[in-house]
Antibody, heavy 120, light 110 residues
Framework: QLQLQESGPGLVKPSETLSLTCTVS??????????WGWIRQPPGKGLEWIGV???????YYNPSLKSRVTISVDTSKNQFSLKLSSVTAADTAVYYC????????????WGQGTLVTVSS | QSALTQPASVSGSPGQSITISCTGT?????????VSWYQQHPGKAPKLMIY???KRPSGVSNRFSGSKSGNTASLTVSGLQAEDEADYYC??????????FGGGTKLTVL
């Protein structure tokens, strides 16, 4: 049973960098059949796609966030990570990691999500 | 890349059918048959309900169905049950390995 688990600080100061890690268990992150992605949801609002990474390191980002986002992968640890720089209160959200099945072109497995609050 | 447009809320009585629309553009919904739909209960992660416009993952009830016409995709829930009350989000592939979500629709079962 594939499981994804987000981890990282729940509180980040304005102008600093948000860093989260997603640990994948029950399956290999190195499969050629999947992208691994990040999606966020501000409190009481809708979902926003942030970006995805392929196991080989290829990355694709939301154009509106591209200048501040970096997604990386560590296949040895079966993990991938998100960094979002220069955060403001508008970046306060529940951050989800998810698997994108390339044959289904959809996010078929999700982590439980982690709330990150940007505040001084 | 603008968010897809969904109605803020829809409602129906148990046993009835409802349809949620999802309007995009010729760059996303209209250009690809790659719309997915997600169900989200309060405090929970989204769950994939429909992919590639009309296909159901294993384990999803056949009361959920999807379709598309032009730049608008739709999710229909038939035989409404209390457990269907949730938020629903559409998502479309938008080319160049990017995706765009809708703003979400709250389904209330009366």
């Amino acid at each position: 049973q594939l499981q994804l688990q987000e981890s990282g600080p729940g509180l980040v100061k304005p102008s600093e960098t948000l860093s989260l890690t997603c640990t994948v268990s029950g399956g290999s992150i190195s499969s050629s059949s999947y992208y691994w992605g990040w999606i966020r949801q501000p409190p009481g609002k809708g979902l926003e796609w942030i970006g995805v990474i392929y196991y080989s390191g290829g990355t694709y980002y939301n154009p509106s966030l591209k200048s501040r986002v970096t997604i990386s992968v560590d296949t040895s640890k079966n993990q991938f990570s998100l960094k979002l720089s220069s955060v403001t209160a508008a970046d306060t959200a529940v951050y989800y990691c998810a698997r994108d099945d390339t044959t289904m072109v959809s996010f078929d497995h999700w982590g439980q999500g982690t709330l990150v609050t940007v505040s001084s | 890349q603008s968010a897809l447009t969904q109605p803020a809320s829809v409602s129906g009585s148990p046993g009835q059918s409802i349809t949620i629309s999802c309007t995009g553009t010729s760059s996303d919904v209209g250009n690809y048959n790659l719309v997915s739909w997600y169900q989200q209960h309060p405090g929970k992660a989204p769950k994939l309900m429909i992919y590639e416009g009309s296909k159901r993952p294993s384990g999803v009830s056949n009361r959920f169905s999807g379709s598309k016409s032009g730049n608008t995709a739709s999710l229909t829930v038939s035989g409404l049950q209390a457990e269907d009350e949730a938020d629903y989000y559409c998502c479309s592939y938008a080319g160049s390995t990017t995706w765009v979500f809708g703003g979400g629709t709250k389904l209330t079962v009366l």
